[in-house]
């Protein structure tokens, strides 16, 4: 079981921020990642239409074969985590819960921001998890903000441009209205964590938490309790990654280097209609 490969799923492109992490922390295991940019996005959807996508990529990844799941998408891991669990035998790693006993871990000051997709937003599952993992402690404020933007123009390649700043800064200043001590700040949506530069400019005493980072030291733990992990090898050879997209845009290799860092030589069509019928 330890050779089999990591299946990561994300709505497109967003979810290679998160395979970047899991690179970096796990570079002797293989990976499966499905992108479903066909379907691309998901943050504005209704919760029942992301719950039945994400059962279809979590479908499609275990017929791979993978040992483990990663919900690289906090929208649908904030509608489709519980239904996903419950319908799979391999453990299951998704964006929020780890990112929010991070948040927890990092405040001082009591007072969380999270941003993300108005579909993560709306579910409240950043401040339900939060609640959930402080226990009986006095509970911190979370303050949750929509972005939708920063998708588009994290896509465009608009990484330091006027106009992303511009975006960024009326939405730091409505976030901000509500709490000028928040001390921490959820980057919870997979394209987020390209702006980091950015952000961390705009808000220089703000410790900002990338779901990525975190979830890829959950999927570590997990394999190793399950006794799974692929053993070290000395030669590091080049990842090992399948990049499977139900659509491959013209743009995805150009928008997959700068999410991972390094160039994409293949990619495998999976049609809409396979992953239905799984
Ligand atoms: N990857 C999605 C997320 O992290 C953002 C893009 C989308 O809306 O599908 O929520």
Redesign the pocket.
């Known amino acids: 079981m330890n050779t089999r490969p990591i299946g990561v799923f994300?709505?497109?492109v967003?979810?290679l921020s998160v395979l970047r992490e899991l690179l970096r922390l796990m570079p002797d295991e293989s990976y499966v990642y499905l992108g479903d940019s066909a379907r691309?996005?998901?943050?504005?959807k209704s919760a029942e239409t992301v719950r039945l996508f994400a059962g279809q990529c979590t479908r499609f990844l275990l017929d791979q074969g993978v040992k483990l799941i990663v919900v690289?998408?906090?929208?649908?891991s904030a509608v489709a985590l519980d239904e996903i669990r419950a319908a799979v035998d391999v453990p299951v790693v998704g964006?929020i819960e780890p990112a929010a006993a991070a948040a927890l871990r990092s405040t001082r000051s009591g007072q969380i921001g999270v941003i993300?997709?108005r579909?993560?937003v709306n579910s409240r599952a950043y401040p339900v998890a939060i609640q959930a993992l402080n226990g009986s402690a006095p509970a911190p404020t979370v303050h949750s903000f929509a972005c939708p933007l920063f998708?588009p123009l994290v896509e465009e390649g608009w990484i330091d441009h006027p106009a992303t700043r511009l975006v960024a800064k009326d939405y730091l200043s409505e976030l901000f209205s509500a709490s000028d001590t928040i001390d921490t700040l959820v980057l919870?949506?997979?394209?987020y964590p390209l702006l980091k530069p950015l952000l961390h400019a705009l808000l220089p005493n703000v410790r900002l938490i990338d779901c990525g980072e975190y979830a890829a030291h959950v999927a570590q733990t997990l394999l190793a309790q399950h006794d799974t992990l692929t053993p070290q090898t000395t030669h590091a050879d080049a990842p090992r990654v399948r990049f499977c997209l139900t659509d491959v845009p013209p743009a995805f290799v150009a928008i997959a280097e700068r999410f991972l860092g390094f160039g994409v030589a293949d990619v495998e069509r999976v049609g809409i209609d396979h992953l239905e019928i799984t």
């Open positions: 994300d709505s497109g967003g979810g691309v996005p998901y943050g504005t690289a998408c906090n929208t649908a964006m993300g997709t579909g993560t998708v919870g949506c997979t394209h």
